[in-house]
């Protein structure tokens, strides 16, 4: 499995024979946006009614589970965050016998019964703090329930981003107490997280 970033909550995951990008952005964020062909979109946060995606792409736009060329993917709704006007969505991703969780445009800790859907999760996407987003002190605490064994970081302060109020990666990784590590991209195997004792890994990826 191969994980590139783009910036904000847009992350490319090839694995097997399917390329999948979360929360895809425009130009207008400032960021230059993910290129190529991918066969799957998932949106954590959509304008309801949603607007018709493109037919050559499959678009996962909220909760529900979904299988696309035999991974397996499930929506998990945020009540207490959406409206009949906004929906945002927790998914989780089984692919390569790997767990992977994409938190997107959380701003508050989930719900009991949300952390009740989630199974073992082994990379857990989050967001990295800022204004809108979960901050850091509640992102920590979320991360120590769910015991993830790596931790990718999204929606933090890059240069050329535009938005304001971005946070700074480098905090969520103090408030955790882990060190930070910088990657160009995650190449991953379920044996990197199965052979010998593996300690958590928190890490940003660069655009």
Not at 142 to 156: A, E, G, L, N, T
Not at 196 to 205: C, E, H, S, T
Request: glycine letters at 10%; charged letters at 30%.
């Amino acid at each position: 499995m191969i994980i590139n970033w783009y910036g904000e909550g847009c992350f490319k995951v090839q694995t097997g024979g399917l390329t999948l990008i979360t929360d895809p952005f425009d130009s207008s964020v400032g960021l230059n946006a993910a290129r190529g062909k991918n066969e799957a979109i998932l949106r954590t946060m959509v304008e309801w009614p949603a607007p018709e995606g493109s037919k050559e792409e499959q678009e996962i736009l909220g909760p529900g589970e979904y299988e696309v060329k035999g991974i397996e993917v499930t929506g998990i709704a945020v009540p207490k965050e959406s409206s009949d006007k906004l929906i945002k969505t927790i998914y989780t991703v089984k692919a390569e016998d790997m767990n992977l969780c994409f938190l997107g445009h959380l701003s508050s800790n989930p719900d009991a019964e949300i952390l009740d859907e989630l199974e073992k999760v082994d990379i857990l996407f989050i967001p990295a703090g800022g204004k809108g987003f979960i901050d850091e002190e509640a992102a920590a605490k979320f991360i120590k329930q769910i015991d993830p064994k790596i931790v990718v970081m999204s929606f933090f302060k890059v240069p050329g981003l535009k938005r304001a109020g971005a946070g700074d990666v480098k905090d969520l990784a103090k408030e955790l107490g882990h060190p930070l590590e910088m990657e160009e991209k995650l190449v991953i195997k379920k044996k990197d997280l199965t052979e010998g004792k593996v300690k958590m890994r928190v890490i940003a990826l660069k655009i």
